[in-house]
């Protein structure tokens, strides 16, 4: 936020995305701290190993140290810091933070969902925990990136229409949302253009967690992580009550 709040530099990537001083700072922070686990990290601003190293890991942490670094560029507020631990390929926990809201959803699948402040996230008292959603919101209501366009995925669009009616969107950058779903603010997250497994990997196993799941389109599969190629394949994120139908 101390980046935010100044002058930003983008600094572009040779695959030209940005990165920026706040990326850096968070990436050395985090690992710093998950190091002490001696357990493997996959980041976005980490080099990565070959897959013939990551092939023999049974677990391994996912971390995007700022998701959203566009978003982030453009003051919008609408970025968070991502972080999952995965085994043996699925996400058991997933922490999410947005720094502007001062606001941590985390959890996984044995464990709950839980949203708290930051001045409070060293106090479960004041913690409070999410349950998954049962009932679908009138409209049927999908949360997408700010520059979505149905492309590819418009046939799915059009099923999702003649079957529900006229849909709701929210939209908004980065994982914040995640937030949306787990809130029951949002049943669907269809997502057809490119995304790396440390954009979603936090926000699956949250999903999990609260019965929900992230599948790929091609095989209604849920989606593994720490595979061959870190980009994700097209997906559909379901809340608990979408996935139940």
């Known amino acids: 936020m101390e980046v935010y709040k100044d002058h930003i530099e983008a600094i572009i990537k040779d695959d030209g995305s940005p990165v920026t001083k706040a990326d850096f700072n968070a990436s050395e922070i985090i690992n710093r701290h998950l190091s002490k686990s001696n357990i493997?990290?996959?980041g976005e601003e980490l080099t990565e190993e070959t897959?013939?190293?990551?092939?023999?890991?049974?677990?391994?942490?996912?971390v995007d140290p700022l998701d959203g670094t566009r978003m982030f560029l453009k003051r919008n507020d609408e970025f968070s810091v991502n972080i999952a631990h995965i085994k043996n390929k699925k996400p058991v926990f997933g922490l999410?933070?947005?720094p502007v809201?001062?606001?941590?959803l985390f959890g996984g699948p044995g464990i709950g969902v839980f949203i708290t402040s930051f001045k409070d996230y060293n106090n479960p008292s004041n913690w409070r925990e999410i349950e998954g959603v049962h009932f679908?919101?009138?409209p049927l209501t999908l949360t997408c990136s700010r520059s979505y366009q149905h492309g590819s995925g418009f046939n799915y669009i059009q099923i999702l229409e003649k079957q529900f009616g006229e849909l709701e969107y929210l939209r908004m950058g980065s994982a914040l949302k995640f937030f949306e779903l787990a809130k029951g603010n949002a049943d669907l997250y269809?997502?057809?253009?490119?995304?790396?497994?440390?954009d979603i990997a936090s926000g699956h196993a949250i999903l999990k967690a609260l019965g929900g799941d992230i599948v790929s389109?091609?095989?209604?599969?849920?989606?593994?992580?720490?595979?061959?190629s870190l980009f994700n394949e097209p997906f559909i994120a379901k809340s608990r009550a979408f996935l139940k139908i």
């Open 136 to 138: 679908l919101n009138n």
């Open 40 to 42: 493997p990290i996959i």
């Open 96 to 98: 999410i933070a947005s």
């Open 217 to 228: 389109v091609s095989n209604n599969k849920s989606l593994e992580y720490n595979k061959k």
């Open 190 to 198: 269809p997502r057809f253009a490119p995304t790396m497994e440390w």
């Open 101 to 104: 809201n001062e606001e941590i």
């Open 51 to 62: 897959f013939d190293i990551r092939s023999q890991w049974t677990e391994n942490w996912c």
